[in-house]
């Protein structure tokens, strides 16, 4: 393993907040495939990119972290708490505040009041479910989104806590049993980066219930067919050990509620 190259990619200013076991695994896998480390160099600072994209920037966390402090700080009004997690691209196509309660009220009603969520890949996510009174642990490779998800737990006190981990790599996907596990917006994702990975990890779930929803629109906002697109992926993918118990659409996410069997 060429080691200047991967202390670089790991101490860059650009990818230095992200997972460290996913820089080293991308690493490795770019180095297998390209003889010159340079071009090696070349294709895991794009697939690093193509992964983190531009989810949360540096100076969304920080003023999302402004709105949080001043959410604990007042009666936790619900304008604070939407203009907290507006800054993370993915929850932000999520809102208003009243559309996440009507997403999770029709969840929620499939799988029971979950006692324990697990967030895979959660980005700010468990911020929203914890200030609504759930029980979360959240994993992500953005050590950005994990650090606001662990303030907010701590400030506020509340059961809402997240690790930096890669799902990909061993140890990534937390062991102990969950009533409910959110995949949101991930399983492309994690395909992208390595074949039948969503499905790996699909079955390495310990949960009654795994949701995984899909985008439907591109981040312009275009419906190009992506609903029927994930709906087949869906239908080919449905894990051995799990049956649909709900599926249903909002106006730009598909949802699906998978069923222990
Ligand atoms: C499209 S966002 C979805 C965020 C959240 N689930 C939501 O829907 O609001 C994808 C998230 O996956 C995370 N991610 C990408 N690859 C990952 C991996 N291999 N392991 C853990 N998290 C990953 C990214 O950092 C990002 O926060």
Redesign the pocket.
């Known amino acids: 393993m060429n080691r200047d190259y991967l202390d670089k990619l790991l101490q860059s200013k650009k990818y230095r907040d992200?997972?460290p076991d996913?820089v080293r695994r991308i690493w490795a896998e770019c180095e297998a495939r390209y003889k010159k480390p340079k071009d090696a160099d070349k294709a895991a600072r794009e697939a690093l990119h193509g992964?983190?994209?531009a989810?949360?920037t540096p100076a969304d966390a920080a003023a999302c972290a402004e709105s949080l402090r001043d959410w604990a700080a007042l009666d936790r009004p619900d304008a604070l708490l939407a203009e907290a997690l507006r800054r993370?691209?993915?929850?932000r196509?999520?809102l208003p505040l009243h559309a996440m309660d009507a997403l999770y009220g029709r969840i929620f009603e499939i799988t029971g009041r979950p006692g324990r969520v697990l967030?895979?890949?959660?980005?700010?996510?468990p911020i929203y479910l914890g200030a609504r009174g759930y029980d979360v642990t959240g994993?992500?490779?953005?050590a950005s989104?994990v650090g606001l998800v662990n303030g907010f737990g701590a400030s506020c006190g509340a059961p809402v806590r997240a690790v930096c981990?890669?799902?990909?790599?061993d140890g990534?996907i937390p062991a102990e049993r969950f009533d409910v596990a959110?995949?949101?917006?991930?399983l492309p994702?994690?395909e992208r980066?390595r074949t039948s990975?969503a499905a790996r990890v699909m079955d390495a779930v310990n949960a009654a219930f795994i949701v995984a929803?899909f985008?439907t629109r591109t981040l312009g906002g275009r419906n190009v067919g992506m609903a029927g697109h994930y709906a087949d992926w869906m239908a080919t993918h449905l894990p051995d050990n799990r049956a649909v118990a709900g599926q249903f659409e909002t106006d730009n996410e598909l949802c699906y509620i998978l069923k222990e069997l």
């Open positions: 992200v997972c996913t992964i983190t994209g989810f949360l993370h691209a993915s929850t196509e999520r967030d895979l890949a959660c980005g700010v996510n994993v992500d490779i953005s989104a981990a890669d799902l990909l790599c990534g959110l995949m949101f917006k991930v994702l994690l980066q990975a929803s985008p």
